[in-house]
């Protein structure tokens, strides 16, 4: 222990201050960004204050696993210098080891925590809400029934979370070893150094059920968000004048039908839509002065702001499709997790990201604004599809409306997605998630090369990054993972061109939809400032 805390020291300070202080600027951030969503989207009457703590630290807890991904590739490319070769502080193997552990064993912390997390904290504190409505409120064992009665429900996840790691543990995943090596050619994929003891086959194991989750739900509420939103944002949304016109319409027919109509079961049901109609049309009146200046003001921002997420979106789909391509056609196969040894088609996130390693930290904020746009972009999706299992809608989410259970049932999401994020990162850009922008001299017939480093190159030349060999690892023991997140990207795809055609061609979104969804959220509407903010979306 000693002495890989000595070889850590051999690091110049230099470089870990380069780590640590964007890092910790960025984890300052998140946090404000996790506890603003906490705080903008839960209702301010019945979510406590213990509800939103668990909810900002545990989707903190999952970004922050994210966010350790451009500490990772930042460490294995400033390992390197422009011209292929070690640094000084670098060349000692030791040192260089000692670093690679450490990120592995935070890591692994930050695993267990997501686990801690969605076994034990989410799931109590789920439950314990939901049993607010059953009891006589401020009775004196109202509290103390509602954790016995949280913690029966909770005891269930922690068995599963038990099953699930004893599984990992216990039974043989498969071995690490070479693939499609020939004789005297090296091997397209060096698996050695890549073993693993029982504790980290069985976070690993957990993590990639995680990813595996957070992947389907990503390909629904990410993709159609990233799509959705930015062209609601550039095409915009009707105005509250003429939705009045459209609803004075809708109630002055109303009206006639009523009074041409003798069956008493239609009259009830009209006289509730006229009621629900006419107290929409009152609401609207009080927002139309608002609503006309703000949204002169702050549509060209919306529209600008559209465009460039647009793009971003289109870069990405862009990206995943020539990547899975490429995968496909110069792939190691299904068995290995369609890894791709050596890129063959020109990827442009992976080109930009390699490139901005050399403007640090550029690359660094790059990734971090990638994982905030996918984050939000599922936050978009979330929103406007609401809470679904199985096709059934649960939930729908509001500012300041939103219940505590359903609260904790974002986060819940939230956290896969996150998780998730890691596997889609490794999609989109391969060759800067696993070596960052490393490059190797490559000697060979009496003359040399400079090149960048692939899955292909030689191990004693290149550092793969942490994060890369945990994932390459698994895809190597249990391939069925590495062959569900490949075609996971081909169904985002698809499902992002669905969307976009979706909303720019059959519908444009309207103010109504505020009342629509918002039956889920409160239960009573007695607060209709929250109702008149959302149904100005032009501002």
């Excluded at 969605?118 to 509602?146: A, G, I, K, W």
């Excluded at 050619?185 to 976070?203: I, K, Q, T, V, W």
């Excluded at 990503?218 to 459209?246: F, N, Q």
Aim: charged share 15%; with cysteine.
């Amino acid at each position: 222990m000693s002495d890989e805390i000595d070889r850590t020291a051999g690091v110049p300070v230099n470089v870990l201050a380069s780590m640590w202080l964007p890092l910790c600027c960025i984890l300052l951030v998140e946090l404000i960004l996790c506890t603003f969503f906490v705080r903008f989207f839960s209702s301010v009457r019945s979510c406590g204050y213990g509800t939103r703590v668990i909810c900002t630290l545990g989707l903190f807890t999952s970004v922050l696993t994210s966010s350790l991904l451009p500490a990772d590739i930042f460490l294995v490319s400033f390992s390197k210098d422009a011209y292929g070769r070690f640094k000084p502080w670098a060349t000692d193997n030791g040192t260089r080891i000692s670093l690679e552990q450490s990120v592995s064993y935070s890591i692994y912390a930050l695993y267990g925590a997501d686990i801690l997390f969605v076994f034990l904290l989410l799931p109590f504190s789920f439950f314990y809400n939901q049993q607010r409505d059953d009891l006589v409120p401020n009775d004196e064992y109202s509290v103390t029934s509602r954790c016995m009665s949280a913690l029966k429900w909770t005891v269930g996840f922690v068995v599963v979370a038990g099953i699930l790691l004893i599984v990992g543990a216990l039974i043989p995943l498969g071995e690490v070893g070479l693939s499609n090596n020939t004789m005297g050619d090296p091997p397209e994929l060096d698996l050695r150094g890549f073993e693993s003891n029982r504790g980290e086959d069985a976070l690993g194991l957990v993590f990639n059920i995680f990813s595996v989750i957070g992947l389907a739900t990503i390909c629904c509420y990410g993709a159609h968000g990233m799509a959705s939103l930015p062209v609601t944002w550039v095409v915009g949304t009707k105005s509250p004048e003429s939705l009045r016109v459209e609803l004075e319409d809708e109630a002055r027919s109303l009206e006639e039908m009523l009074n041409s109509t003798a069956n008493a079961r239609s009259v009830s049901s009209m006289r509730v839509q006229l009621s629900d109609t006419r107290r929409k049309i009152s609401m609207l009146e009080g927002t139309e002065s608002r609503c006309g200046c703000c949204a002169a003001i702050c549509r060209p921002l919306r529209v600008g702001c559209g465009i460039l997420f647009l793009l971003c979106a289109f870069l990405i789909v862009t990206t995943l499709t020539l990547t899975n391509v490429d995968r496909l056609l110069n792939g190691m196969g299904a068995k290995k997790g369609y890894v791709l040894p050596h890129p063959h088609l020109i990827n442009p996130l992976n080109w930009v990201l390699v490139h901005l390693q050399g403007l640090f930290p550029l690359d660094f904020l790059a990734m971090t604004c990638l994982i905030f746009f996918l984050v939000g972009s599922s936050v978009a999706g979330i929103q406007q599809i609401g809470i679904c299992i199985c096709c059934v809608k649960l939930y729908k989410i509001r500012a300041h409306k939103t219940k505590p259970e359903a609260m904790l049932f974002v986060v819940f999401i939230l956290m896969f997605c996150v998780m998730a994020i890691n596997v889609l990162l490794y999609s989109m850009a391969p060759g800067y998630y696993t070596f960052g922008s490393q490059s190797w001299v490559d000697e060979t017939s009496n003359s040399s090369a400079l090149v960048e480093c692939a899955v292909r190159a030689n191990t004693d030349e290149c550092i793969m990054t942490r994060s890369a060999k945990i994932l390459i690892r698994f895809f190597d023991k249990v391939w069925i993972f590495g062959v569900f997140y490949y075609w996971a990207n081909w169904v985002f795809v698809v499902v992002f061109a669905v969307s976009f055609l979706y909303r720019l061609l059959f519908r444009r979104p309207d103010a109504t939809s505020a009342f629509e969804s918002g039956y889920d959220s409160e239960s009573d509407f007695s607060d209709t400032e929250g109702l008149i903010n959302e149904m100005n979306p032009d501002y």
